[in-house]
C-alpha cells in the first residue's frame, strides 16, 4: 500500500503549520509576560511614594493593605518569571537525523522484507506512519507546555489585577474614603 504523495504532502504542510503555530505562540507569550512583568516592576515603585510614614492607628490600615499589594505583585512577579522561564520544546529532526533513520529503515527492510511489500514500498509506508507519529508527539508535547505557560501568565495577570484593586482600597482608607 503505497501513500499517495498529496496526502504526504499535506501531513507535512499540517504539522509545519502547527508547528509554526506553536513556536509563534511561545514568542507571543514571552512577550506578554515580559510587559506584564515591566508593569509589575512599576507598579512596585509607587507605594513607597504614595503613601506617607504615620502612626496613628487609623492609618495602619492603608500600610496593612500596602503589605497584601505588595505581597500579591510579588506572586505576580514570581508567576510571570516561571512563565519566562526556558523551557526545551520539540522540534523537527534535523535533515541528517532523518537521513539517518530513513537509511537505517532501509537496511532493516532489505534484511527482513514485509511480505507482499518491495522494499521501498515499506520503507515509504513506515516513515509516512512514523511521522505522523513523531508530528503528533511533538504538537501534543509543545502544546502541554504552551498550556503551562498560558496558566502561569493567567495567574501573574489576575494577581496583577487582584494587587491594583487592593491598592486602590488602600489609597481611598488613607484619604478617609
Known sequence: MDVPKEVLDWLHE???EKSRYQLDLVNVLDVKGGLLLAIIALFSTD??????????????IPHILLTVYAVILF????????ELWPRRYRRDPLPDEDARWVSQLTEHYEKYPVENLKTGEAVRMQIANAMIERISERVTANEKLNASKIRRLSAAF??????????????????GV
Open 14 to 16: 499540517t504539522a509545519s
Open 47 to 60: 507605594p513607597l511614594r504614595a503613601f506617607p510614614a504615620t502612626t496613628t492607628i487609623h492609618s495602619a
Open 75 to 82: 506572586g505576580a512577579a514570581v508567576f510571570c518569571v516561571a
Open 158 to 175: 489576575y494577581c496583577t489585577v487582584f494587587a491594583l484593586a487592593v491598592y486602590l482600597v488602600a489609597l481611598l482608607a488613607l484619604k
